[in-house]
Each structure stands twice: as structure tokens, then as C-alpha cells.
């Protein structure tokens, strides 16, 4: 009998933190002050459209050297609203992708939320869901941050969940706030066991803008206790990284998941490989800051870069 005929089909599956996507219009709701059209970044209408054409260009471009397509998922942080993934998924070079959105408003003080933009060709949306991750202040009130995101779907007709996640700053020091990071952690945890609850031996993605790097508690516990692998732990280095913080190379932007995806089994979606992209054109050319991500402001001073992370990726294969 004569064997069919398979194909391998490539996917990328990408992370980014788009650093302070904001509209020009005032929400009376949140803290979006400095980025309004009279503010003292004078954040209006150009710079904002400047924004998503760069962004947009970016996302085209992740992993397409290597399958000739941009990403079939990306997870974002730092969006203000639904209208910027919107906007985004709008532009150009993403517009003849089919691309649609996940997105819901969260508590953060800021106004800024995760999403997740996926190309309906490929990724077959079941059900999302967000997820508080509840703090308190020193005075026991509620500190308020950004949610994680759960999204269930097909890929190439394989049940995968992806966890979206923007877990609180070190903005506070980095011992007073880790313990709010290990809060994020274990409702990022929590989240696994319950789809596992549900599921036998589930596809789970877990990405996200973490800010700790992969040997830090937070994530460490997520990979131990959520039982994941974490390709981001190799590319730790003094010279390389997603982040740079005071000329220190941070890895906070991680894309981790289950060992199911090394199964040996070519009928299964199977990693292939990870990494950051961090591809010149996303770096500042010249000065003290050069090779650092190329950012669209320092201080409030405009520069019209991109962000202050590099995003990260994985590739996925299947043969059918």
C-alpha cells in the first residue's frame, strides 16, 4: 500500500510587550494622563498611528525568515483597550492575515491589559476567560494589576490553551515586590491545575512579560509546580536578553509549555524551537545605548522606536 503524502505545517507562537499602547483619547477611568495630546509627552494622533505601523511591522516580520508567515498567535502587554489591538490588527502589513482579538478590561491603575491576537485561518477560538490576580496594598486595601488571560483553541485541530500574562513590577524594589509575583505565579498555577482537572494530558502554553528572569522564585515555582519547560533558561546571558534595565540584560519576556510538545509523535503539534527577536532594526543604532531596544520614549522624551522589550517566539510543527 502506498504511503500518503504528508506535510509539515510550521506555526509561530510569539510574545510582546508593546510598552504603553495607549490612544490619544482621555479615559476618564484610569491613569492615561501622560498620554494624551496635552500632556507633557504630547502623545497625539501621528505619533499614535507611528506607533501601530511600527509595532505591526515588527509582528509581520517574527519567525517569517524562518516559515514564510508571521505568527498564528501573539500575546500582548501593555495594551490600553480593545480599540489598540483593534487599531493594530488593522494596519498594513497585518491586515491581509485574518487576524482577530482577545482582549478584556482589567483593574490595573494604568489602564494597561493583556490580549492575544490570533490568525482565525489557522487557530479555531473555543472559549477565553480572564483571570484577577488579587493584591493588597500595605494599608489592606486592594492593589489593582493586570489580569491573566486563558484562551482555549484548534490549532491545526489540537486542543491548546494559551496563558497570557503581565505579572506587577519591581517598581517598589525588587524584595518588596516579588512576593507579588509569586501571588501572579500561583494564579498562573492555579489556572494549569484546573485545566488539567478537566483534561488528560493537555497542550498549555504559559508566555508572558513576567519581570523576573527564569531563575528567579516566581518563575521557577511556575515551572516546577505548573510541571513546564522553560526554553528562555539557555538564553540568559550578560549580553543578550529582552530587557535591559541600568545596562543589565533581563530575560522577563517567556514563552514556557508542557513536555507534551516534544512528544516524538509527527501527528502532534511538536516544538521545534525558541528565541528572542531582537533583530537590529528593533535596536538603537548609536550611543551609550547601543544594541538596547529602541524605545518610543525615554523619560518624555520622544525617540518614535518601538518598545523597551524585544518579543520572543517559539515555532511549532505538525505533519498532516
Known amino acids: 500500500m502506498e504511503k500518503e503524502n504528508k506535510t509539515e505545517h510550521q506555526y509561530t507562537v510569539a510574545f510582546y ?5 495607549f490612544d490619544f483619547e ?11 495630546p496635552n500632556s507633557a509627552k504630547r502623545w497625539t494622533k ?27 498567535l501573539i500575546g500582548i502587554a501593555e495594551a490600553e483597550n480593545k480599540k489598540v489591538l483593534k487599531d493594530l490588527i488593522d494596519v ?22 493583556v490580549g492575544l491576537i490570533y490568525n482565525k485561518d489557522e487557530f479555531e477560538l473555543i472559549n477565553s476567560k480572564p ?20 484562551v482555549s483553541g484548534k490549532l491545526n485541530g489540537e486542543l491548546i490553551h494559551c496563558i497570557v500574562n503581565h505579572w506587577p513590577s519591581r517598581r517598589d524594589g525588587l524584595e518588596v515586590s516579588s512576593l507579588n509575583r509569586i501571588v501572579a505565579s500561583q494564579v498562573a498555577i492555579n489556572i494549569i491545575e484546573t485545566i488539567k482537572a478537566d483534561e488528560v494530558n493537555p497542550k498549555i502554553i504559559v ?49 514556557l509549555f ?48 518601538f518598545s523597551d522589550h524585544f518579543p520572543v517566539y517559539m515555532h511549532l510543527s505538525k505533519m498532516n
Open 131 to 150: 483571570f484577577t490576580i488579587y493584591l493588597e496594598k500595605e494599608n489592606g486595601t486592594q492593589d489593582f494589576t493586570r489580569d491573566i488571560l486563558l
Open 46 to 72: 501621528k505619533r499614535y498611528k507611528r506607533k501601530l505601523h511600527k509595532l505591526a511591522d515588527v509582528i509581520s516580520k517574527i519567525g517569517f525568515n524562518d516559515i514564510q508567515k508571521p505568527p498564528t
Open 17 to 21: 510587550n508593546v510598552e504603553n499602547l
Open 26 to 36: 482621555d479615559n476618564g477611568l484610569t491613569h492615561d494622563n501622560d498620554f494624551l
Open 258 to 305: 508542557t513536555t507534551n510538545f516534544f512528544e516524538t509523535d509527527n501527528l502532534s503539534l511538536k516544538f521545534e524551537e525558541a528565541g528572542i527577536y531582537d533583530e537590529k532594526f528593533l535596536t538603537q543604532y548609536y550611543g551609550k545605548f547601543k544594541g538596547q531596544p529602541f524605545r518610543t520614549y525615554v523619560g518624555k522624551k520622544y525617540k518614535g522606536g
Open 207 to 255: 508566555m508572558g512579560d513576567f519581570n523576573d528572569n527564569p531563575n528567579n522564585e516566581s518563575v521557577k515555582m511556575l515551572a516546577e509546580k505548573g510541571q513546564l519547560f522553560n526554553p528562555m533558561k539557555t538564553l540568559v546571558s550578560y549580553s543578550r536578553g529582552t530587557q535591559n534595565h541600568n545596562f543589565k540584560w533581563n530575560v522577563f519576556d517567556q514563552i
Open 92 to 113: 498594513d502589513d497585518l491586515k491581509g492575515y485574518n487576524y482577530d482579538i482577545v482582549h478584556y478590561d482589567s483593574k490595573d491603575e494604568r489602564g494597561i491589559d
